[in-house]
């Protein structure tokens, strides 16, 4: 099963982490973490690697009803959301949310990651 949603883009890494957070926000999702692998890798280690952000995104009421029917779900939260270069594009994946029905099996997460998957969907679909 695959666990992702992902599309790739024809524009620069700057401008599309941006229009990624805008159509976050227009789907109702904030930001609330940000990781800039690279800048990681590179600090901690002296690696290098292509630009690579993971954006922690999460919406706030989808959030509330996941943890009203399992608490342990916020091992799972926020939804991630990778942008990321490869090669001449620009790749934004985000974590495809029936994955956390699947590996909870609790049918009562269903219609909360369908919902999730929409918006998600929608957000993606915007960029392109």
Do not use: W
Not at 26 to 47: C, H, M, P, R
Not at 102 to 123: K, Q
Request: net charge negative.
């Amino acid at each position: 099963m695959p666990y992702d949603r992902t599309i790739r883009l024809d524009s620069a890494f700057a401008p599309t982490v941006q229009a990624v957070r805008d159509a976050l926000a227009a789907q109702g999702f904030g930001v609330l973490t940000e990781i800039d692998v690279q800048a990681t890798l590179k600090s901690k280690l002296g690696a290098d690697m292509e630009d690579y952000l993971i954006l922690g995104a999460c919406n706030p009421p989808l959030a509330h009803r996941a943890l009203e029917a399992d608490r342990s779900i916020g091992l799972l939260l926020p939804c991630n959301v990778v942008v990321r270069t490869e090669g001449e594009v620009t790749v934004v994946q985000a974590l495809d949310p029936m994955t956390l029905v699947a590996l909870t099996g609790l049918p009562a997460l269903e219609p909360i990651a369908d919902e999730a998957a929409r918006r998600l969907d929608a957000a993606l679909a915007s960029l392109t």
